[in-house]
């Protein structure tokens, strides 16, 4: 019986294998068509996974306000908690946007515009400034010569065309999200709040059925750990970054600094990827402020914006984190620059706290094998 049994299942295992093969060698085979098929079947599906991540970054927000709405002693109130709880986010979300469009990003806009028609001036004073440098200073090699030579040649007007960069923008993000995209994804994240509860009791008792009572365990204090990690850095460093941009637009307003909505907007966008952002965005708007404003600007510019930047990063930011992700500045260093070379910017900025869940795992795993090697000492003894 146990001989059939062993047949069986290597039987088994040489038949999926070959089922594999052969689904390998079609894929290969057919490889625009399976491409093809595969955009398809990721643009029809792409308006639900975007609902499902915007009721998972809306999870926590939507959840504290319906417990706040459960305290009140008014029945419907509470009895319509969830939904007004979820109802609550969006009018704050839509507010928000309305304010942002409305206020900041016109002014925002309004520098990038300037600042990109003032570019080729910049460059041509930059080139006076070149030439009027002694015929003996270490600049005026033939190199950097041919160098100013073929950047005078080159028509920037013709990259510099303000309503042809907007428009190819609009153009981009109108590929990627349509009206009608957005709406369904709304719609999707609206339903998956509402009805939390059913969904993530569902998964539950999924995993249970699957899964050992240990392994179950193991998944459902993972994925608690995981989802407390995500929600604490997402939030605290997006609050953090409009605290940041908001005072360094503030200060640099104050010390006359060109462009000063804008590199506080920069600064603040970029300090939501720890370490190395706050120091591109630093140095971005040091050589900005240093172009339009001179060396005795760009100096005192970079004693504000450090100053600031410490008080962010030992009053303002603990208070907003709270608890910290617990991981060396070594280890972020490794994850965003390794998050920024294979995922771009949002894989700077995502890549901390998917770092701090592996060495939650890797924690445990080391723990489990020295509890495991000192029992298996103990036996032998």
Wanted: charged content about 15%; proline content about 3%.
């Amino acid at each position: 019986m146990n001989e059939i049994k062993h047949n069986w299942k290597r039987w088994l295992y040489w038949f999926i294998l070959g089922l594999a093969l052969i689904c390998i060698y079609k894929i290969l085979d057919n490889y625009d068509h399976v491409m093809g098929s595969l955009h398809t079947f990721l643009g029809v599906i792409s308006p639900f996974l975007i609902g499902i991540f915007i009721a998972y970054i809306l999870y926590m927000p939507s959840k504290k306000f319906e417990e706040l709405y459960r305290r009140i002693k008014w029945k419907f109130i509470s009895k319509k908690a969830r939904g007004l709880g979820v109802i609550t986010v969006y009018i704050i979300i839509i507010a928000s946007i309305a304010i942002l469009c409305a206020v900041i990003l016109p002014i925002v806009f309004e520098s990038i515009t300037d600042f990109i028609s003032s570019i080729p001036h910049y460059i041509e004073d930059a080139i006076n400034a070149y030439n009027n440098l002694p015929e003996d200073s270490i600049l005026k090699s033939q190199i950097v010569q041919d160098e100013i030579q073929n950047l005078q040649n080159i028509d920037i007007k013709q990259y510099l065309d303000v309503e042809a960069i907007l428009g190819y923008l609009v153009n981009a993000i109108g590929a990627i999200f349509s009206i009608v995209d957005i709406f369904i994804a709304i719609i999707v994240s609206v339903y998956i709040l509402i009805d939390r509860r059913k969904i993530l009791t569902f998964f539950k008792r999924l995993a249970g059925a699957i899964f050992k009572e240990r392994t179950y365990k193991n998944l459902d204090k993972y994925f608690n750990n995981s989802n407390e990690i995500f929600f604490k850095f997402i939030a605290s460093q997006f609050l953090d970054a409009i605290v940041v941009g908001i005072l360094v637009s503030i200060a640099m307003t104050i010390m006359g600094v060109r462009y000063a909505p804008l590199l506080g907007f920069f600064i603040g966008l970029f300090n939501m990827i720890p370490y190395v952002g706050a120091i591109i965005a630093t140095v971005v708007s040091a050589i900005i402020t240093f172009i339009t404003g001179g060396l005795s600007q760009t100096i005192w510019m970079l004693i504000v914006v450090i100053v600031l930047q410490q008080i962010d990063a030992n009053i303002i930011n603990p208070r907003i984190v709270g608890k910290s992700l617990k991981i060396s500045p070594l280890l972020v260093l490794f994850a965003v620059t390794f998050g920024g070379a294979y995922f771009g910017i949002l894989g700077m900025f995502l890549a901390v706290p998917v770092i701090a869940v592996i060495k939650i795992l890797i924690d445990d795993f080391i723990k489990y094998r020295e509890t495991k090697k000192k029992k298996e000492i103990l036996e032998t003894d």
